[in-house]
């Protein structure tokens, strides 16, 4: 009778050490998902972040050319505007860093130059570096073009 009341006890114990093993295992699962969200989502915030600070870069170069008088517009080539995307603050050493550079270039073709009628029609090309988070990404330098802004010499 003893060795029945052996046995049972064995089996059981056996049994006990399972549960633990497979909670540790559910935790560390629902863990390794929450991480990998997170970083996900800060993913994200950066990103829009980005697009949010190259759409106000695009709109400041655009009134530029828009507003600037005929004779400081912007000639083939050149470049209208440089910088950094971000400048996040280095809690280290309370300074700010330049991280992501870009410039912004312009195309122009001139017709009718000389002439009364002369016209410019320019087009913007911001470039801009980022570095590819996650690694699925093709390239880390990215381009965006405006449309034709045409201006005629009043």
Known sequence: MKMLFIRRERRLAGFALMDPLVA???????????????????????????????????????????????????????????????????????????????????TVVTTNAGTPAEARQIVLMLTYQTTPHPAAADSAQETIRTNVLTRIKT
């Open 24 to 106: 540790i295992l559910a935790i560390a699962t629902v863990m390794v998902g929450a991480i990998n969200f997170w970083r996900l989502a800060e993913y994200k915030c950066d990103k829009a972040r980005i697009d949010a600070r190259v759409s106000q870069i695009l709109r400041e170069s655009s009134d530029y050319v828009t507003y600037v008088p005929y004779d400081l517009l912007p000639t083939d080539g050149d470049q209208v505007r440089s910088g950094f995307l971000l400048h996040p603050l280095n809690p280290d050493t309370g300074q700010y860093g330049n991280i992501y550079p870009f410039s912004v270039a312009a």
